[in-house]
């Protein structure tokens, strides 16, 4: 069960089980101003909110279990100035708040991007994603202990707006999904504490 929820929060940074997933796009190798560009970017605290879905029967009800809705602040910060990221957050399991960090780096000599995220109780996950600059778009994948594979696409909108959208599965079927919107807190909002 610790390792489902793993799933579920490496899943954070839905796929309709329905829709065909487009192909990721083929490697294209960054320069070093345009990954150091894409880290600048994402330095800030952001709000994050969205809806996760783990596929099945809960075995307290014997339901099928519905969707969740979820919230909470990301601070990405830099890890190496220009060279990797870290970003904080906290995210509630077993109605425990549970402290996360994950850190971002670019691989160049493979041309992708290096996602580690390590809760505390919980083992260290890792996404390689390749990054699509014409639709501005990182497409990660991971493999899980379990066997699952997961999927996910995580698209600049604009300065102040993302789009994560993740799904897992197993043996072919689709267990977990999960869609967020990462918005940016204007420097306002931080000095008034909103």
């Known amino acids: 069960m610790k390792h489902l929820f793993l799933v579920m929060i490496m899943s954070l940074p839905l796929m309709?089980?329905?829709e065909k997933k487009p192909s990721p796009p083929a490697k294209a190798k960054l320069t070093p101003k345009q990954v150091a560009d894409l880290f600048v970017d994402d330095i800030g605290t952001w709000k994050v909110k969205g809806k996760s879905h783990l596929i099945g029967v809960d075995p307290n009800t014997g339901l099928p279990r519905k969707p969740v809705e979820e919230s909470g602040i990301w601070i990405i910060r830099w890890k190496v100035k220009g060279k990797?990221?870290?970003a904080l957050f906290t995210a509630k399991i077993n109605n425990k708040e549970v402290p996360f960090v994950g850190l971002k780096e670019y691989d160049a000599k493979q041309g992708i991007f290096i996602w580690?995220?390590?809760g505390e109780g919980f083992p260290e996950g890792v996404s390689r994603e390749?990054?699509?600059v014409k639709t501005r778009t990182f497409h990660g994948k991971s493999s899980?202990?379990?066997g699952a594979k997961e999927e996910s696409t995580f698209q600049i909108i604009n300065k102040n707006k993302r789009l994560f959208e993740t799904q897992v599965k197993k043996d072919g079927k689709v267990i977990f999904t999960r869609?967020?919107?990462f918005t940016?807190?204007?420097q306002d909002q931080l000095d008034d504490g909103n």
């Open 130 to 132: 390749i990054y699509d």
């Open 179 to 181: 869609k967020a919107t």
């Open 116 to 118: 580690r995220l390590k």
């Open 144 to 146: 899980h202990a379990d």
């Open 16 to 18: 309709r089980a329905d």
């Open 184 to 186: 940016r807190f204007s």
């Open 84 to 86: 990797s990221t870290e």
